[in-house]
């Protein structure tokens, strides 16, 4: 018998339960699991009000985690755990995982942290590189810079290439943050910020041509930075958090040519995935990449979720198995 979360009810916190263990089928591995993100769309998913559709229940959530072959090698994996029916997630202490959805990790890569930035790095890094096309010498703004992606896009941008980054967060602890990950200068976006004093900000904070906007938030922000960006400037929109719409004039967009791209982790093939696991995963063996995060005892998964769902919890809340 194994551990495992069982969600029995959308909208309701999974609670630990003992299952059978899992029988590999043909074409998957057992992994003995070390370390598991609570994520939005963990959350999300479980919600039943995402455009995946309620999910059957009772389930085993959690869409990616890290954990170890029977050879000990260190993996990271995912799993479409809410996204489609009968499949079972993470959040247990074994899993058997299609090898396709596997990707074997540097030996020193520490497996917390890896799960800590796990898909929201892999975001970050391939939005800002695939998506965007980022290239050396380029001065990015990263919206949303106190979240999971926004810590890690701060870092990574650089990593990239990038001669210069703009964090744009609330908080005042959050913008120290993101100077400390390497950002040349912090932007507060302020409770009654519209367009224009947003952008005017932001102008001032840029040192010369502003080529990409890396956006986890869309609403006022996304429409502030696409006013500083230069001639044929890129944005990379991955997430509504600070609104479902925004107010972007035609004539903004057209007469500096902008281009807006749209990006989702669920675009990447297996391939790209990995590539940006490698990426992610070798800088932070080597020292050059975290994000802020708690580890939590698996037993406290119902809390921990609850602290995720209510907005409440300080970084990247990640279950120790």
């Given at each position: 018998m194994i551990r495992a979360a069982l969600l029995s009810a959308c909208g309701t916190p999974p609670t630990i339960a003992e299952r059978p263990a899992p029988v590999p089928a043909d074409g998957e591995v057992a992994i003995t699991v070390e370390a598991v993100p609570i994520t939005p769309l963990d959350v999300l998913c479980a919600s039943g009000t995402s455009y995946f559709g309620t999910p059957a229940t009772p389930y085993v959530p959690g869409v990616q985690g890290v954990g170890r072959l029977a050879d000990g090698t260190g993996v990271w994996f995912g799993t479409s755990a809410g996204m489609k029916p009968g499949v079972d997630g993470s959040m247990a202490t074994t899993v058997a995982v299609p090898t396709a959805d596997v990707v074997a990790l540097p030996p020193d890569v520490p497996l917390t942290l890896l799960a800590a930035l796990g898909l929201s790095a892999v975001a970050a890094h391939a939005a800002l590189t695939h998506a965007g096309g980022l290239a050396a010498g380029e001065q990015v703004i990263v919206l949303g810079a106190g979240g999971v992606v926004g810590q890690a896009a701060v870092q990574l941008a650089l990593l990239s290439g990038a001669r210069r980054v703009i964090a744009v967060t609330?908080?005042?602890?959050?913008?120290?943050?993101?100077?400390?990950?390497?950002?040349?200068?912090?932007?507060?976006?302020?409770?009654?910020?519209?367009?224009?004093?947003?952008?005017?900000?932001?102008?001032?904070?840029?040192?010369?041509?502003?080529?990409?906007?890396?956006?986890?938030?869309?609403?006022?922000?996304?429409?502030?930075?696409?006013?500083?960006?230069?001639?044929?400037?890129?944005?990379?929109?991955?997430?509504?958090?600070?609104?479902?719409?925004?107010?972007?004039?035609?004539?903004?967009?057209?007469?500096?040519?902008?281009?807006?791209?749209?990006?989702?982790?669920?675009?990447?093939?297996?391939?790209?995935r990995a590539a940006s696991l490698a990426v992610v995963a070798g800088h932070a063996a080597a020292g050059r990449l975290t994000v802020d995060h708690e580890t939590v005892p698996f037993a406290s998964v119902a809390d921990a979720w609850s602290r995720q769902d209510n907005g409440t919890a300080a970084g990247r809340l990640v279950l120790a198995l």
């Open positions: 609330r908080s005042a602890a959050a913008r120290s943050r993101a100077e400390e990950l390497g950002a040349a200068v912090s932007v507060p976006l302020l409770p009654d910020d519209d367009v224009a004093s947003l952008a005017d900000r932001l102008r001032d904070a840029a040192d010369g041509p502003v080529d990409l906007v890396l956006d986890p938030v869309f609403g006022v922000p996304a429409a502030a930075a696409l006013r500083v960006l230069r001639p044929a400037g890129r944005l990379v929109n991955l997430g509504s958090a600070a609104g479902a719409t925004a107010p972007i004039e035609s004539a903004v967009l057209r007469s500096g040519s902008l281009r807006m791209i749209g990006y989702t982790n669920n675009a990447l093939s297996a391939e790209q």
